[in-house]
């Protein structure tokens, strides 16, 4: 599997869209980017994922560029309950391991 | 969405003893499970995937005959910690996924301490 790099933290004032970007230049074509969420002690929680095209769901928005090189997770209007480490995550779409690496601690400060 | 249970959520015991941990599928059924372990302030590492009915693969470095893994019906899976010690306390979380599908939904965790 393709190996993801993200900053290790990030900040964000609430109520403002949150862009946490994501490198993965080593991509197949058969990868997909995934992004997760764990909140403190609790475990992860899906968020969206893609391979090519834009997407968007109730949670987030998923840009991923045309060399599929990067992407960028968009909270619309973070609130503080999206405090939480955020996770890109590249793999074979249905059979492959997600891989966890160190994630991007998200704060969302009032 | 689906629902992935752990029983129990947190547990202590003493060091040499075995504890077991249930991860349950409340409304779907799961062809896959992973187990995870999560150190304080580090990511999620697997430590071995199981499917129904088939003995479980395990990562690299990860003891198979000290974490007992049974994946023996499509909406439960188990793992024992067998003659825990001290550096065994962790952070245990299962995820479970059906066949062909690409979303893997994770329980809550297990936060083992042996004392």
């Known amino acids: 599997d393709a190996k993801t790099t993200q900053p290790p933290s990030m900040d964000c004032a609430e109520g403002r869209a949150a862009n946490l970007p994501c490198n993965h230049s080593?991509?197949?074509?058969?990868?997909?980017v995934y992004w997760y969420r764990q909140i403190h002690s609790q475990g992860p929680q899906y968020i969206i994922h893609?391979?090519?095209n834009n997407e968007t769901n109730e949670m987030a928005s998923l840009i991923i560029t045309e060399d599929r090189k990067s992407s960028t997770l968009i909270l619309p209007h973070a609130t503080l309950r999206d405090t939480a480490v955020y996770y890109c995550?590249?793999?074979?779409?249905?059979?492959?391991?997600?891989?966890f690496g160190a994630g991007t601690i998200l704060r969302v400060k009032s | 969405g689906a629902v992935v249970s752990q029983h129990p959520s947190r547990v202590i015991c003493k060091s040499g003893t075995s504890v077991k941990i249930e991860c349950r599928s409340l409304?779907?059924?799961?062809?896959?499970m992973f187990w995870y372990r999560q150190f304080p302030k580090q990511s999620l590492m697997l430590m071995a995937t199981?499917?129904?009915?088939?003995?479980?693969?395990?990562e690299q470095g990860v003891e198979k005959d000290k974490f007992l893994i049974n994946h023996a019906s499509l909406t439960l899976s188990t793992l024992t910690v067998t003659s825990a010690h001290p550096e065994d306390s962790s952070f245990y979380i299962c995820?479970?996924?059906?066949?062909?599908?690409?979303?893997?939904?994770f329980g809550p965790g297990t936060r083992l301490t042996v004392t």
């Open positions: 995820s479970a996924k059906t066949s062909g599908s690409p979303e893997q939904y």
């Open positions: 080593t991509i197949s074509g058969n990868e997909y």
């Open positions: 893609g391979l090519k």
């Open positions: 995550i590249v793999r074979v779409f249905t059979i492959g391991k997600l891989v």
């Open positions: 409304d779907f059924q799961a062809t896959t």
């Open positions: 199981s499917n129904e009915g088939s003995k479980a693969t395990y």
